[in-house]
């Protein structure tokens, strides 16, 4: 009784300090809904969990075969797509095939780790919201089935805003290829997917490269007609007007680089995060130095061994991990990390 008691005690204090009520029912007049600055590490899953169809299940409609042929027709055989009536799910281990971490010194000492049953819901049937959606986790999925961030390292940004502390091209955070390794060693972009797209089969302005959690699609720097698109054509989620879909996104060569926000509508509930490796302490809280390390590279073997080594102040580091051999979904990891003060540790994680 005393120990409820004290629990009842301490969560009162803790909704007066930071102003939330029993039942705030509460509105706000801001038409931009901004992410949730959530300072958890790795983020939170998902509120309601999908019910993806299997590919004998899946129905077919003309949305549902633009979202298909996107993916096929760029040769990404390992990349799932089947529908229902109101999304097609995206379906990957967000790992892409192309060279990754490579070119990074703003390192967070992550690396990616195949995800497991991770699928995006994309809307077949999109509409412009009248608000607009900032997320502190994926707002859509490339066509290779990795996931498609803002420009920001994690926390809240002010869409009207740009601030270059966030920005993780600026701070040296991301890859040639655009993406990195998040907190839950799971690899996604920020920025555009230059890699992916010169590995495609059909590159041209008109392809579309990946597609918003909204349903709208993502181009790359030009117009679908191959036209430039001019300073002040894209909006502040880095979109604009599309005759054929309504609405379009763009990459740009200048920030915010890719998606930056939703312009449709969307159930942030559904919306899938890469679960974090089970058991692995060591690398919860991983806080590398800030300014920064030297010679990084990722390097993948045949036998499925991934090593990501670096330089800080001349001594040499890493982590390393291959496929367990004993349990499924697991890795066998070792690493000598900047965070744990050179410390050799060793486990085995799973997904």
């Not at 993916?71 to 192309?98: I, L, M, N, R």
């Not at 971490?101 to 049953?117: R, Y």
């Not at 966030?166 to 920025?191: F, I, M, N």
Request: include cysteine.
């Amino acid at each position: 009784m005393r120990n409820n008691i004290l629990f009842s005690v301490t969560i009162l204090i803790l909704m007066v300090n930071t102003g939330i009520s029993a039942q705030d029912n509460s509105t706000h007049e801001n038409p931009i809904k901004t992410k949730e600055n959530d300072k958890q590490r790795p983020p939170k899953k998902p509120d309601v969990q999908l019910n993806v169809p299997s590919e004998s299940e899946s129905i077919n409609s003309e949305a549902c075969s633009r979202i298909k042929a996107s993916v096929a027709t760029a040769g990404f055989k390992d990349v799932t797509v089947t529908c229902d009536k109101t999304y097609a799910y995206v379906q990957s281990d967000t790992y892409p095939d192309h060279s990754l971490m490579n070119g990074i010194t703003g390192t967070n000492e992550q690396i990616p780790v195949p995800a497991l049953n991770y699928a995006a819901p994309i809307l077949l049937h999109p509409e412009i919201s009248d608000t607009k959606t900032s997320i502190d986790a994926a707002l859509g999925v490339a066509i290779n089935g990795v996931p498609i961030y803002d420009y920001s390292a994690q926390g809240e940004i002010d869409l009207h805003g740009y601030d270059a502390t966030k920005d993780t091209t600026k701070l040296g955070q991301l890859d040639e290829c655009g993406g990195h390794a998040g907190r839950g060693d799971d690899y996604h972009y920020h920025a555009k997917p230059t890699c992916m797209i010169d590995s495609m089969e059909n590159v041209t302005d008109a392809t579309i490269i990946g597609w918003g959690y909204d349903g709208f699609p993502l181009y790359g720097d030009a117009n679908p007609d191959g036209s430039a698109i001019t300073k002040g054509d894209l909006d502040v989620c880095n979109g604009q007007a599309d005759k054929q879909f309504g609405y379009r996104y763009h990459t740009s060569v200048e920030a915010p680089y890719i998606i930056q926000c939703l312009v449709g509508k969307v159930d942030t509930s559904i919306l899938p995060r890469v679960a974090p490796l089970k058991g692995a302490a060591a690398r919860a809280d991983l806080r590398p130095p800030r300014e920064g390390v030297e010679n990084l590279k990722h390097v993948k073997k045949e036998d499925g061994t991934r090593t990501l080594n670096y330089t800080y102040k001349g001594t040499e580091y890493y982590t390393r991990f291959k496929p367990s051999e004993t349990k499924a979904n697991c890795y066998d990891f070792e690493q000598k990390t900047i965070s744990n003060n050179g410390a050799v540790e060793s486990g085995t994680y799973c997904r």
